[in-house]
T-cell receptor, first 112, second 110 residues
């Protein structure tokens, strides 16, 4: 069974204080690892897809990296508008329907 | 850019009633997924369709059914509603692997 564990559950940062979120996963053949941002009461917003170990992707203040067992979402000099829940999800190669299995998320708060 | 459209956005039903949620995928996306997200929880996969055929089934109760129509929109039908069905229901569409989520339907069962 595919499993995704995210840490920490919650993170409070001061504006400009860089940090990283962790996503550990167990999957029988990884097709892709996905990062989403979710604001309260809204749908998850797609950020990145990583397909193979060593891959990195960047978007503004966010950078995602992938190893064979975990992924990190690095946030550089965050701003209050980066406050949200960040969800990590995996997609297994063997599933015919490409379902996503999510972690429980990291709730990020950036104080001004 | 066009996004996934879901309707209604909010729905209040009583126990044992039925509900129908609709999803209109992004144009040219041929796969639709349904997820349920309870308060404080992560999204849980329910069911998916590819080219109008069911492609995968997750933890969807037997009281729920879904289909994808010829215009690729999808409907999730929920019968004999229970208090525990209160949740956010998301539809996502995909051209290949990446899934783009709609704004969700908030279902409240009283």
């Amino acid at each position: 069974e595919d499993q995704v564990t995210q840490s920490p559950e919650a993170l409070r940062l001061q504006e400009g204080e860089s940090s990283s979120l962790n996503c550990s996963y167990t999957v029988s053949g990884l097709r892709g690892l996905f990062w989403y941002r979710q604001d309260p009461g809204k749908g998850p917003e797609f950020l990145f897809t990583l397909y193979s170990a060593g891959e990195e992707k960047e978007k503004e203040r966010l950078k995602a990296t992938l190893t064979k067992k975990e992924s990190f979402l690095h946030i550089t000099a965050p701003k209050p508008e980066d406050s949200a829940t960040y969800l990590c999800a995996v997609q297994a190669r063997e599933t015919s329907g490409s379902r996503l299995t999510f972690g429980e998320g990291t709730q990020l708060t950036v104080n001004p | 850019a066009a996004g996934v459209i879901q309707s209604p956005r909010h729905l209040i039903k009583e126990k044992r009633e039925t509900a129908t949620l609709k999803c209109y995928p992004i144009p040219r996306h041929d796969t639709v997924y349904w997820y349920q997200q309870g308060p404080g929880q992560d999204p849980q996969f329910l069911i998916s369709f590819y080219e109008k055929m069911q492609s995968d089934k997750g933890s969807i109760p037997d009281r729920f059914s879904a289909q994808q129509f010829s215009d690729y929109h999808s409907e999730l039908n929920m019968s004999s509603l229970e208090l525990g069905d209160s949740a956010l229901y998301f539809c996502a569409s995909s051209p290949r692997y990446e899934q783009y989520f709609g704004p969700g339907t908030r279902l409240t069962v009283t």
